[in-house]
């Protein structure tokens, strides 16, 4: 495949893609083929059957690889099954250390699928490098992060978290969805692997369930056997909506973090809000470090309501171009009752304890105008 360089939005929209050889076609056409033909037995044009590989895929793969600037890419069907893949490479007794403030699915696969299975997952409430370093033991393999984390968008040092996992031979993966490479690229801070759910701003219409793996080959090797073996692959359809996605990925990320913004800075003015958690703003504890690492605050806020349930109850049923949705990173705006929704997989009392509590609310502004976005929320407000 030709090797794309230049700025990111060149790179979002050729890399992996030149037109097609035999058509021209400009668009990577969906190769809808399970199994391809062999000149003879193991002499083939370097694709043997879909699971293994499918040539859309290797196009998304490579413009994911070319976007987080690292050697390799893997597509998978969904960012648990990219997630289960990482965890795959582990062996039972493994540590693994992550945030307490965690995606709920990632909690769930850690806590009910890898634990039975022997791995060993600890979550830290306070995610300093400082804390992860006291939590190190010598069984602790992987450091997994997401920042800004979710639902409380806390920032984590992903450059001093590097060095805490590489100065215990661990790795530190850090799970970029709500960020995406647009604004975050990890493996330049020294991240050795990145996840995403390409579910979310990747693919950014919410019309498809993706998920991807990226950093050298090397790291690589056991998530690519896995990809093979275990078979959480992506059909090409699939493959194709992100590619088309991931083209307008710059303009749609620049709307959602001016959206965001201007939306953050109007929720601290009101009075129904008791709390806006938004790393663009001054006063967020993350913000100087999300400054540094990011280049730009991303389209995630959340919120804590005043007023009780009867308050809340009102803003679900008058909202009207926010739609009350799980996921994120979509053209469109969505809010999200984390405690009962994204986050009902983690038991009440720890979910409490980690401030997800009935009131907080969590919105994945999209690329509207202002204007209405802000004033279906004042409407749902009064
Ligand atoms: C949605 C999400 C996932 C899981 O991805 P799926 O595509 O839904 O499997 C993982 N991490 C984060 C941060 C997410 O938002």
């Known amino acids: 495949m030709k090797h794309i360089s230049g700025g990111f939005s060149t790179r979002a929209i050729h890399a992996g893609q030149e037109p097609d ?23 083939h044009k370097g694709y043997e059957y879909s699971r293994s ?22 597509a998978f069907a969904s960012g648990l099954a990219a997630t289960a893949a990482v965890l795959s490479s582990l062996k039972p007794g493994d540590e693994v250390l ?44 992987l450091i997994w992060i997401e920042t800004p984390t979710n639902p409380l968008l806390q920032i984590l040092d992903i450059r001093k978290l590097a060095e805490v996992a590489k100065g215990n031979g661990a790795m530190l993966v850090v799970d970029n969805t709500f960020a995406s490479p ?20 990747l693919g950014g219409h919410s019309d498809v369930v993706g998920g991807a793996v990226i950093g050298s080959s090397e790291k690589l090797k056991p998530i690519r056997f896995n990809q093979n ?10 493959c194709f909506l992100v590619l088309r996605g991931i083209k ?14 201007n939306l953050a800075e109007w929720l601290q ?58 996921s994120l990173g979509g053209v469109e705006s969505l809010v999200c009752h984390p405690a009962t929704m994204t986050h009902a997989s983690i038991p009440a009392e720890q979910r ?11 919105l994945s502004i999209g690329i509207e105008d202002f204007e209405d976005l802000r004033n279906d929320l004042k409407s749902a407000f009064e």
Not at 58 to 70: F, I, K, R, T, V
């Open 21 to 43: 050889s035999s058509t021209g076609a400009i668009m990577t056409p969906i190769f809808a083929s399970s199994t391809f033909a062999q000149e003879s037995p193991g002499k």
């Open 53 to 74: 590989g499918n040539p859309t895929r290797a196009a998304l793969e490579h413009c994911l690889a070319s976007l987080e600037g690292g050697e390799q890419g893997l």
């Open 98 to 141: 992550a945030p307490a403030d965690l995606y709920g699915g990632t909690f769930r696969i850690l806590d009910k699928v890898f634990k039975p299975w022997g791995l060993v997952p600890r979550f830290l409430d306070i995610p300093t490098p400082e804390e992860f370093a006291k939590a190190m033991t010598p069984a602790t393999r």
């Open 182 to 201: 647009c604004l975050q690229r990890p493996l330049e801070l020294g991240a050795d692997l990145v996840v995403h759910s390409t579910t979310k701003y």
């Open 229 to 238: 073996a275990a078979g959480g692959v992506p059909g090409p359809f699939d």
């Open 248 to 261: 307008t990925l710059a303009v749609r990320m620049e709307r959602h973090c001016q959206n965001a913004m």
């Open 269 to 326: 003015t009101r009075k129904e809000v008791e709390r806006v958690y938004y790393p663009g703003l001054i006063s967020h504890p993350g913000h100087a470090l999300a400054k540094a690492q990011m280049s730009g605050f991303g389209g995630m806020i959340s919120i804590r309501l005043k007023g009780g349930q009867a308050a809340l109850g009102k803003f679900f049923q008058r909202i009207e171009v926010f739609t009350l949705a799980e």
């Open 352 to 362: 409490l304890a980690r401030g997800i509590d009935d009131f907080l609310l969590r």
